[in-house]
Every structure is written in C-alpha cells, then in structure tokens.
T-cell receptor, first 115, second 113 residues
Framework: EADIYQTPRYLVIGTGKKITLECSQT?????MYWYQQDPGMELHLIHY???????EKGDLSSESTVSRIRTEHFPLTLESARPSHTSQYLC??????????????FGPGTRLLVL | AQKVTQAQTEISVVEKEDVTLDCVYE???????LFWYKQPPSGELVFLIR??????QNEISGRYSWNFQKSTSSFNFTITASQVVDSAVYFC??????????FGTGTRLQVFP
C-alpha cells in the first residue's frame, strides 16, 4: 500500500481565493506528479517533478503552480481560484530503481469546487 | 504517438457474472508498460497491475485476470464472479518510459446485487 497523502480531501471555496493543495509521501520517491481529472473523465498530467528544486509542466496547460523544496512534499497552488478550476486533483509518486521508473502510486485526491 | 482506447464507457452486470474490460493501445516503441488502475467512488486511484512489453504471460490474481496480446495491441481485464465492491471506474494506461502515463477514458463498471 502506498504512503501518499493529500489534504484537504474536499474543498469548497469562493472565486478569487488563493488555495494550496498539499501532497506528501513517505516513500522517499524522487518523482512526483499532479493530475487533473474532471468527473468521469480521464486523468491529465499538469505538473511533475524529478526531485528537489525541479518542476515541469505536464501535457495539460494549467494556471496552477507547484514547488518542490523537500523530497516528500509537492504542493500545488492556485493564486486566484475560478469556477473553471473545479475538478479533482490527484497526486502521485514513483521511484527510480534498477535503471527504470517504477509504478506510479496515487494519493486519495482533492475534490475542489470553486463557487 | 501513444494512445489508449477503452471503447466501453459503461458496463452493468449482476453479481456473480464474469465481465471483461477491453483496452487497446497504440505505441511505436518496442519497450513499453501497461497498467490497470481502479477508481472507486471515493476517488483514489488504486494500482492493480503493471506489465512490460516483453512479458506476454497472462496473469491471474484471485478473481482478476489479465490477457495481454501484442498481436492485437490489447490488454484486457476480466473479473470473474463479480461483486458489488467491484463497482468502480477502471483505467488502462500506457507508458513508454514507465514514468509518464497515458490514460484511457476509463470504463465505469456497475455491479448490481
């Protein structure tokens, strides 16, 4: 079982507010990811990180930003939330082992509703 | 280009029925990985299986089994004797370097008592 945590699990917030979604893992994994998923739809990669001080944009453009100051922590921030940001956000992590990246393990997700 | 197709949007079965979820993939690479994840109503994504392109052996884990066929670019997932707890959305995914996943659109499975 993967040890990857996300808080909050649910968030309802008004337009214009700044929010930070937390993600942390205790497995010492190097690489971490953020995916966005609309209800009933596929997952889209929005950010990833290879390690401390490394952040990259994913395949889906997002107004959110991320940081990676510690290996275990990969928060996602929206400076000014809008209704179009309403979605589920899933965090994942993986390790590099024996010359390859291992399976991605996912956190429980944060369901965001912006009013 | 990589692509994963899950043509079945939604499947409904009655408990104890067997059900197969289809997954067809496209890739130009000879080395790639295939995955199945389960997403129950609570929202988390649960890893079920990972297969690399060199291992075409079918796999069985309890009531779950997977049929990987490179000739048809398919990686189908069968649940035997389905149970209500199997109700979830199931995602098939492909990766060419095992760290960047391309997901299918998912198949919603509803198992009725």
């Amino acid at each position: 079982e993967a040890d990857i945590y996300q808080t909050p699990r649910y968030l309802v917030i008004g337009t214009g507010k700044k929010i930070t979604l937390e993600c942390s893992q205790t497995m010492g994994h190097d690489k971490m990811y953020w995916y966005q998923q609309d209800p009933g739809m596929e997952l889209h990669l929005i950010h990833y990180s290879y390690g401390v001080n490394s952040t990259e944009k994913g395949d889906l453009s997002s107004e959110s930003t991320v940081s990676r100051i510690r290996t275990e922590h990969f928060p996602l921030t929206l400076e000014s939330a809008r209704p179009s940001h309403t979605s589920q956000y899933l965090c994942a992590s993986t390790a590099f082992s024996s010359g390859r990246w291992e399976t991605q393990y996912f956190g429980p997700g944060t369901r965001l509703l912006v009013l | 280009a990589q692509k994963v197709t899950q043509a079945q949007t939604e499947i409904s079965v009655v408990e104890k029925e067997d059900v197969t979820l289809d997954c067809v993939y496209e890739t130009r690479d000879t080395t790639y990985y295939l995955f199945w994840y389960k997403q129950p109503p609570s929202g988390e994504l649960v890893f079920l299986i990972r297969r690399n392109s060199f291992d075409e052996q079918n796999e069985i884990s309890g009531r779950y089994s997977w049929n990987f066929q490179k000739s048809t670019s398919s990686f189908n997932f069968t649940i035997t004797a389905s149970q209500v707890v199997d109700s979830a959305v199931y995602f098939c995914a492909l990766s060419e370097v095992a760290d960047k996943l391309i997901f299918g659109t998912g198949t919603r499975l509803q198992v009725f008592p």
